[in-house]
């Protein structure tokens, strides 16, 4: 022990900052696992350009190729000369994710905050009434009657946006962020101030509190945006189809025709509406180019929200 | 917890008191029918489901159609339709929440007839038939009333096409005159050889047989589920269920498969080919099976852009399957039954109600040439509709290249059609329905490259036979045996 | 009663607050509740709705649950669900922790945010995206899998029909997806280690590795569990889209890639087998709670703040 110690204290004299940094080898090793990781992960968006940049007959015979022997643009302009259906439906998930990711923040920002609050007396219930809603579901048919007859909000963009504006999980999240991170001294000197509770919420809560509201806005927002079942139960005006839900209800349309593929009354008249294969992947390259362009932003804050918030040392 | 049990109870009798709410109102327009609406004055609405990929001008035209249906019958329409692969899922849900509606789609492969039927998700319309149907029924072939009854009733309206189901073996013709080749004598899976074998050898790049993992070989029985090897011979007279794979017709066509793939016949890959559309753009095929019907030649000419022939491989019977291609049954929930059942005896009857829905409005979607003729101007890809669908078919303008014999064929060839012993009889899984499940997940194993000659039925066959059996087979016959006993007894047969 | 009042009027403004949110659990969860009634009964359609055919569905008391689990299929589901979870879980753990530490030593911080944003593009795709890429790989006639397979003479297989491979594939997918997400927590985690403690080791002369081993991996001890714990508390809930996006809903994987939340999803859209996946649906919230509650009282035991409640 004696000797490794002097050994390694006649290293730091030469190079001082050894003990900071692994060995340039293990430097080596760890870019290159870390390295590859990140490649794979990024590899298959990257595959999926290729194909729909893939020339259609090509493909029938080679296959989904790194490197095709022909490159073609057709399935962008079969795309964009199919008409607006995948402008639409950009629409559609844009402006269901902007709206619904402020609802939901704020709904689940309040509900947080109250329950956080020692002073507040039903704080115990309230807990309990939302915890409750994690362990329990009602299945899809009834919460269906209540969205679609009760609310009625059938073909309508609620019916996209309020199933997901809650979350019990994400309360309990932002509840104990709120409890380890806002002091109460602040809140009583606020109403020493003489402020009203929904006045110290948004002056001094939420500033202080944003790095765990960008987390809770960031799931959400993702919930949003990639979210497809909504729709399948609830839209039939092709007008309000998200992008999700456009690329799934292709893919079961072909497994349909492929299933009853011996009715020829069935494959004749459904086969004509189906895109080939390097325009759906074109469309997934679509539907993913937003996320591929923002989420190195949500990245920033999430790792902030991260850090400071949702986990605690 | 006491008090969290106290709200939850709250919460129950609201749930009650709101479910009375809505059903009461669901009740009351029902009688209301009764009542003065329903005429061209104070007409009522119908809200039709139907399978398809929505079309842009789907409310255009139904208002069109709602105008004429609303002078006839005191009745607007309003169609819904639902993408093919979302229908069987979307339908389930709205069902069993009992969405409003009165007419849907239903075949026995999109929102499953007689599962649903039985369920009690249609109106069972013996009596309405009678009534309002009576123009219906004298316009459409009765095999199709008669072949789609479940225990014994009507739960909806079949569409009037082609009736039997006859499968033929199609050829690439530019092939055939190529190699000068003869057709003529085709019609078993043996007299095919010649055929694959002077392909195979002057043409390698050709696939010989095109097949997908969906292939079976044909042999006379009528299955008593879709795809699973319980089966009825078709000249039988005992109505005994057999397993089809222990006939010695199903050996005897597996042994060719198996010739007709080691000799390179068969693409190596048919048992996991999910579609045949490559080869099919690219002609690069001889020959493969299909259903037919008349002119069906034509239709697959002009859609593959070289042409395309035919001959018979099988007679053609008329079974339960043929018979529910393609229904339209009316809600148990409907509030207006009687209103429904009067729409579909006009749609299935009136011309010109049945071409509106089917290809929209004169002059704007089509043009008319003829009295029974018509042609598709450009708007027409705003309403491009699934023809087979929407009721029936023999009332249909003729397209600029149909014949102008087209449905006077159909009715011939409808006549030619021989029943199958158990048409109409609906085996009913209830009780044995584990016992399918794991059938079905041995077929799922075995079936496809048994089928496709992947594998050698000497060794694969008993094999699969045996696990069948452990599976329950036996006793999915069995249950499906008395059950058709009782049926044959019932129907005197 | 007058007291009730007082206390209303106290704490009104904060009642306000949990109001919007309480409408809609009540609409949204509490209300559908009443549905799961539907396990005891046979369901059959009545004209007038889904609460009316509730109620006139004749009680069949435990037949549901009696035929759910005389099939395999209770047995399938419950072992695929529980199994890949704990795979999810152990692996996702021992990777993410590791890839977290490599990330906090590299040299270069700017490769090391380069990869970190490489790595998290999984986590923000959906599975119905991630269904077209796996399908790019494993398509039988087109795919890349079987390509590479073919350079060196292997006879392409049919990935959406053997259902031995699916195991693998589906932990690698999901590991895929979620690793970086996670790694990121821990290198969070990590980058908030005290640094005093570094130092302190250094002048002790210990190595990196001891480093590493000694301090990183204990301070990250606690985190580690309590994301263990509610991953536990969680795990008799599968990712839905996993499940049933990735391996294109094939029957013949169904063995192998049927879990609690696909059983009953397909129960009641194919199937319509209603009461079958109300029982289904029903026999996972009881066992589930159960499960979160345990690891609730666990993850209280090690640090009260974490608990969720």
């Known amino acids: 022990m004696q000797m490794t110690r002097d050994t390694n204290k006649a290293k730091k004299t030469r190079k001082p900052r050894d003990f900071h940094r692994i060995t340039p080898g293990w430097n080596l090793i760890f870019n290159l696992i870390a390295g590859i990781f990140a490649l794979a992960c990024v590899f298959p968006f990257v595959f999926v350009v290729i194909i729909s940049l893939t020339d259609e007959s090509v493909l029938a015979s080679e296959g989904y190729r790194l490197i095709p022997s022909q490159w073609s643009l057709e399935a962008y302009r079969y795309i964009f000369e199919s008409g607006d259906t995948l402008l639409r439906a950009y629409g559609v998930t844009i402006l269901v994710t902007l709206i619904g990711t402020a609802i939901s923040l704020i709904m689940i920002a309040l509900y947080a905050y109250a329950v956080s609050r020692k002073s507040f007396r039903y704080r115990r219930f309230f807990s309990i009434f939302a915890i409750l809603t994690m362990l329990f579901n009602g299945g899809m048919i009834p919460t269906y009657m209540i969205v679609a007859q009760l609310l009625g909000l059938k073909n309508s963009i609620w019916a996209l946006i309020l199933p997901l504006a809650m979350n019990a999980f994400y309360v309990m999240i932002l509840r104990t962020f709120y409890s380890t991170s806002v002091p109460d001294a602040l809140i009583e000197s606020g109403k020493i101030d003489g402020a009203g509770e929904f006045r110290i919420f948004f002056k001094i809560i939420v500033p202080l509190s944003l790095p765990g509201l960008a987390t809770i806005g960031l799931f959400s927002t993702l919930g949003y945006w990639n979210d497809w079942f909504n729709a399948l139960l609830y839209i039939d005006n092709p007008n309000l189809v998200p992008l999700q839900s456009m690329l799934m209800r292709i893919e079961s349309s072909m497994q349909f025709i492929q299933q009853n593929s011996s009715n020829a009354n069935i494959s004749m008249a459904a086969m004509q509406s189906l895109p080939q294969d390097t325009a759906r992947m074109a469309m997934v390259v679509l539907a993913t180019l937003p996320i591929i362009f923002a989420y190195p932003f949500f990245q920033r804050y999430f790792v902030q929200g991260l850090t400071l918030g949702a986990v605690k040392e | 917890m006491g008090k969290s049990k106290k709200r939850f109870s709250l919460a129950i009798t609201a749930l009650t008191a709101l479910s009375v709410v809505l059903s009461g109102c669901g009740g009351g327009g029902g009688n209301a029918a009764s009542g003065g609406e329903g005429t061209p004055e104070k007409p009522v609405e119908l809200i039709w489901y139907t399978i398809g990929t929505p079309q842009k001008d789907v409310n255009t035209v139904m208002s069109e159609v709602s105008k004429y249906t609303t002078e006839k019958i005191g009745a607007t329409v309003t169609m819904k339709m639902i993408d093919w692969g979302d229908y069987q899922q979307k339908m389930q849900v709205m069902v069993a929440s009992g969405e409003p509606m009165d007419i849907m789609f239903t075949s026995s492969g999109g929102f499953d007839y007689v599962q649903n039927a039985r369920k009690g998700a249609f109106l069972e319309l013996d009596s309405l038939i009678d009534e309002y149907g009576k123009d219906l029924k004298n316009t459409i072939d009765p095999a199709f009333l008669e072949g789609s009854k479940v225990d014994g009733h009507n739960y909806a309206i079949p569409a009037n096409k082609e009736l039997p189901q006859q499968e033929v073996w199609r050829f690439n013709q530019n092939l055939i005159d190529e190699y000068k080749m003869d057709t003529s004598d085709v019609r078993t899976l043996d007299s095919l050889e010649p055929l694959l074998k002077t392909i195979k050898e002057k043409a390698p790049d050709i696939t010989p047989f095109a097949m997908d993992k969906n292939y079976i070989p044909y042999v006379p029985y009528d299955y008593v589920i879709q795809n699973l090897p319980m089966a009825v011979k078709l000249d039988t007279t005992d109505y005994k269920i057999v397993n089809v794979l222990e006939t010695p017709e199903m050996k005897e066509a597996l042994t060719t498969m198996r010739k007709y793939y080691q000799a390179g016949y068969i693409a190596p890959e048919a048992a996991t080919t999910g579609s045949t559309s490559d080869l099919g753009t690219s002609g690069k095929w001889l020959l493969d099976r299909a259903q037919t019907q008349p002119f069906a030649d034509n239709v697959w000419s002009a859609s593959s852009g070289y042409p395309i022939t035919s001959t018979p491989a099988s007679d053609p019977i008329i079974t339960n399957n043929s018979v529910q291609g393609s229904m339209m049954a009316i809600s148990a929930n409907s509030e207006y039954p009687e209103k429904a059942m009067e729409f579909l005896n006009l749609l299935n009857t009136d011309p010109a109600l049945r071409n509106m829905v089917d290809s929209g409005i004169e002059g704007t979607h089509y043009n008319k040439t003829a009295d029974n003729r018509l042609e598709n101007l450009p708007e027409s890809k705003n309403y491009d509709m699934p023809s087979y669908s929407l009721g029936n078919n023999m009332l249909l303008y003729l397209n600029p290249n149909d014949p102008d014999n087209k449905w006077d064929e159909f009715k011939t060839f409808n006549e030619s059609g021989v029943n199958s012993p158990i048409l109409s009889f609906n085996f009913d899984p209830k009780s044995v329905s584990s016992e399918l499940a794991a059938v079905q997940n041995v077929k799922e194993q075995f079936w496809s490259s048994l089928m496709t000659g992947t594998v050698d039925p000497e060794t694969y066959l008993p094999q699969a036979i045996e696990k069948f059996n452990q599976a329950g087979l036996d006793k999915v016959m069995a249950e499906a045996q008395t059950q058709l006993d009782a049926w044959k007894a019932e129907n005197g047969k | ?309």
């Open chain 3, 1 to 309: 009663m007058r007291n009730f009042f007082k206390n209303i009027n106290r704490n009104k403004a904060l009642l306000f607050m949990v109001l919007p949110g309480t409408i809609w659990f009540f609409f949204f969860s509490y209300l559908p509740l009443a549905g799961t009634v539907v396990a005891f009964k046979e369901y059959r359609f009545s004209r007038d709705g889904f609460w009316a055919s509730i109620f006139r569905s004749e009680w069949v008391g435990w037949d549901n649950f009696k035929f759910l689990f005389s099939t395999d299929d209770a047995f399938t589901i419950t072992r695929n669900t529980l199994l890949y979870n704990l795979a999810f879980i152990i692996l996702g753990l021992v990777f993410s922790v590791l890839l977290a530490i490599i990330l906090s030593e590299l040299v270069n911080r700017r490769l090391s945010k380069l990869y970190q944003t490489g790595m998290f593009l999984p986590y923000f795709l959906s599975w119905v995206i991630v269904g077209y890429f796996v399908f790019s790989f494993l398509s039988m006639d087109r795919g890349l899998l079987n390509q590479i397979l073919g350079w060196f003479g292997v006879n392409p297989i049919q990935w959406y029909s053997e259902a031995q491979y699916w195991p693998y594939i589906l932990i690698i997918v999901n590991l895929w997806k979620t690793i970086g997400y996670s790694s990121v927590v821990y290198l969070a985690a990590i980058l908030g280690i005290d640094k005093s403690l570094y130092e302190a080791a250094m002048i002790d002369g210990a190595s990196k590795w001891q480093q590493i081993r000694r301090i990183t991996i204990p301070m990250l001890a606690p985190i580690m569990t309590i994301m263990t714990l509610l991953a536990v508390g969680k795990i008799f809930y599968a990712d839905f889209g996993l499940f049933y996006q990735v391996p294109r809903d094939s029957g013949t994987l169904y063995s192998v890639t049927n879990v609690i939340d696909t059983y009953v999803y397909r129960g009641l859209m194919t199937t319509g087998e209603i009461g079958m996946s109300a029982a289904a649906g029903l026999y996972q919230s009881i066992v589930g709670f159960v499960l979160v509650i345990i690891s609730n009282y666990v993850v209280r035991r090690v640090d009260k703040d974490s608990a969720l409640f």
